[in-house]
Each structure stands twice: as structure tokens, then as C-alpha cells.
């Protein structure tokens, strides 16, 4: 197959792309990303979601299919209803980006005789994967660590996965301590939920501030346990100093006005904020063990051995009194985001993944 042939077979193929609220909520920025690059890439791009949230993803060509959650017992006839909203255009491949959206898509799939995309950003999805895979797919990871976990599940060898980093806006130059007058700020985006990390992180920032550390934190974050955690801030004589922000708008903005950024637990998925972070040049602080490889203790972030507060606050202590090691591990990271994380190298090798299953279609389609 020629170059010419190859790339007018990819501008004929047309992706629908499964989208689920957790997803949206923790992954939106590589969302946006992944489409807009893929409309330069391919045929056409719908996103098929039953969050309405995720409408915001909608831009130019890149439409959204939004339908009703296919519950019981109304589950059958929503579906054709679904079906009735994308039959206008059949897909020739849908794309899954996540566990909850995993069981739509391979009915959608199956529907259409289209091809079949799994795509893996958090060890749930591997786990609902194992469950609920169907015969004919394709899985791209997000991840090395990701990649391992189906080989290890799966035992697939590692040809049939592709790895496929998310991809993020880099920045020039650092944004940690460019102001040495100003006081150090932290900045965290974990939610406020059960097991979100916020209460490791508060009592992480007591003993810095117990250390005579001068400090302001900034927590983004939103959730039910919101309450329960400013009571905490209170407790630990922290509410002069910890700040809880509804930001709006670009987060990329607030990332440009802070020096460390914190994900106080060992992160089981990839959010688009954490890579945004690194792209952005901040100091960032995470915990060993994450299933996202773009932390490399030392060298574009510091990791804490395990997530407590006495060994979070070693690891923020350590730029809170060493600024150029913490310049020096922002340089590294956008060095590293920008070889590793582009939203070009995504979106063509998302499509590539397409191509290659829609060629493997072609002998089928001659003999037929």
C-alpha cells in the first residue's frame, strides 16, 4: 500500500470516542487535546458520552452524541436510540477511554462492525478490561507501568499493546521560585474525597509550618469531604496559611503563578493535571509507586517513599530549601514532557492504532 493510498484510507475512517464523567473530570485537558489533534488526523470525530459535562469538549467538527445511562429497564430501547443518533455516520471504530465506558462501546462496536479500541489510563480499566473484553480489539495504554499490568494480566505480548502518552501544553521555561521575594506557594488539585490524600497532605504542611517553613498552600480541589477538611485546616492551626480556591478557567494559568505542585498519594490513574504540571515546569511532589512515568524521582520530580505526612513533608521540605534543585528538576520535566508527551505524537499514533486495525480489515473486505 502506497503513502497516498495509506492516508486516504485513514482520512476515511470515522472515530467515536466513549467518555464517562470519571474520566472527563480527571483526564478533560488530554481530551480536548486528543481531539483536536485527531481532526487534522481522520475522517471525522464524535464523542458519544451520557455525561453532559463532557459537552464542553465539543469544538468545531468534533461533535457529541449525549444519551440517556443505559439502565435497566429501559436499557434496550436507550440503546437504539444511541444507535439511531450515530446511524447517520457509522463509526469505523470506537474508542473506549475508560472502564465506565467500556460495556457501551463494545455494544456500539458490535452494532456497527466497527472496530474496537480499549484504552487504559487507570488500573481500574485494566481490572474491568480482564472482565468484560471482547474478541477483536485493540489496547492502547497510557502508560510503561500500564503496559506492564495487561501483559501481566493478559499475558499479551507486549506488540499488541500500544503505548501512548498523553499529551500536554509545555512551557519554555520553569515557573517555580522565579521570584525568590515572594513566598513559596503549593499548589494540590486532589479532590476532597475519602481517600483523595488532602488529610495526609494537611498534616504534611503542619509539620513544614512546625519547621518554621513560610509557605501558602492552595487546594483546588473539590468533593463531599470539603467540610470535614476545613474543620481539619482549623484544628491544625493551618487556616492562615491554606487557602480553599474555586479556581475557573484554565488551570494551566494557576499553575503559572505557583512553585510546588503536590499529588499527595500513590496515583492508581493518570490525570491530565499532575502531566500538565510537569509540562508547566513545577516543582512537582508525588508518591513512589504511580502508574504515571513521567515521574522520575530525582530527575523531574521528588517522590515520597510512601504517603504519610512525615515523609510527604521531607520530600517538600527538600525545594522548600534547595530553589535550584527544584529549578532544575522543573527544566528536566518539560525536557522530558516535551520528548515524551507531545499532543502531535498522540494524536498520530491514536490514529496509526486505527489504521492499523482498518488494514487488517482489508483482506476480508477484498475477498468478500
Not at 148 to 164: H, N, P, V
Not at 227 to 250: H, N, P, Y
Not at 281 to 305: Q, R, W
Request: hydrophobic fraction near 45%; aromatic fraction near 4%.
Amino acid at each position: 500500500m502506497d503513502e497516498e493510498t495509506t492516508l486516504n484510507e485513514i482520512k476515511r475512517i470515522d472515530a467515536v470516542i466513549c467518555i464517562d464523567a470519571g474520566v472527563y473530570a480527571r483526564y478533560r485537558a488530554v481530551l480536548r487535546h486528543l481531539c483536536v489533534g485527531l481532526i487534522d488526523e481522520i475522517s471525522s470525530v464524535r464523542l458519544l458520552t451520557s455525561a453532559a459535562q463532557a459537552q464542553s469538549l465539543t469544538l468545531g467538527p468534533v461533535k457529541t452524541v449525549l444519551y440517556k445511562p443505559l439502565r435497566w429497564p429501559q436499557a434496550t430501547k436507550r440503546f437504539h436510540e444511541l444507535a439511531a443518533a450515530l446511524a447517520d455516520r457509522p463509526p469505523s471504530v470506537v474508542h473506549a477511554m475508560s472502564a465506565q465506558s467500556f460495556d457501551v462501546a463494545q455494544r456500539v462496536a458490535a452494532e456497527f462492525d466497527a472496530d474496537l479500541v480499549y484504552e487504559i489510563t487507570a488500573l481500574q480499566d485494566v481490572a474491568a478490561l480482564h472482565v468484560s473484553r471482547s474478541g477483536k480489539h485493540r489496547i492502547i495504554c497510557a502508560s510503561q507501568p500500564l503496559v506492564d499490568q495487561c501483559i501481566q494480566k493478559f499475558g499479551r505480548a507486549r506488540t499488541e499493546i500500544s503505548l501512548i502518552r498523553p499529551g500536554v501544553i509545555c512551557a519554555s521555561e520553569p515557573t517555580c521560585f522565579r521570584d525568590e521575594d515572594n513566598i513559596p506557594t503549593i499548589l494540590s488539585t486532589a479532590d476532597f474525597t475519602k481517600n483523595g490524600g488532602v488529610d495526609t497532605l494537611l498534616n504534611a504542611l503542619k509539620l513544614i509550618k512546625e519547621r518554621n517553613h513560610k509557605f501558602l498552600a492552595i487546594l483546588l480541589g473539590k468533593g463531599p469531604t470539603e467540610s470535614r477538611l476545613r474543620a481539619l485546616t482549623r484544628k491544625l492551626g493551618l487556616d492562615s496559611i491554606v487557602v480553599f480556591a474555586r479556581f475557573e478557567g484554565d488551570i494551566l494559568k494557576a499553575m503559572v503563578g505557583a512553585d510546588i505542585f503536590v499529588q499527595p498519594l500513590i496515583e492508581d490513574s493518570i490525570s491530565a493535571r499532575s502531566v500538565q504540571a510537569l509540562g508547566q515546569g513545577m516543582a512537582v511532589v508525588s508518591v513512589a509507586g504511580s502508574v504515571n512515568d513521567a515521574y522520575i524521582n530525582g530527575e523531574t520530580a521528588v517522590l515520597a517513599k510512601h504517603p504519610t505526612p512525615n515523609d510527604l513533608a521531607g520530600a517538600i521540605e527538600s525545594l522548600l530549601v534547595d530553589h535550584e534543585l527544584a529549578q532544575q528538576l522543573g527544566a528536566n520535566a518539560i525536557t522530558h514532557m516535551k520528548n515524551n508527551h507531545t499532543m502531535s505524537a498522540m494524536a498520530e499514533n491514536t490514529a496509526q492504532v486505527y489504521q492499523n486495525m482498518a488494514e487488517q480489515r482489508q483482506p476480508a473486505t477484498s475477498a468478500s
